[in-house]
């Protein structure tokens, strides 16, 4: 993706888990914005 320097934002992705020990249901979105001008940076969700 080169010559891209705009921020890139993903929004309102849905996960869906459970905890194993009292089988709570865990619900959620997540976002995530990365600058693809940057590619040495890690991403940490």
Do not use: N
């Not at 993706?1 to 993903?10: Q, R, W």
């Not at 979105?29 to 940076?41: E, G, I, N, T």
């Amino acid at each position: 993706m080169g010559g891209y320097s705009d921020l890139v934002l993903v929004k309102v992705i849905p996960f869906y888990s459970h905890c194993e020990h009292p089988l709570v249901p865990i619900v959620g979105q997540a976002h995530v914005a990365y600058r693809p001008s940057q590619p040495q940076k890690k991403i940490y969700l």
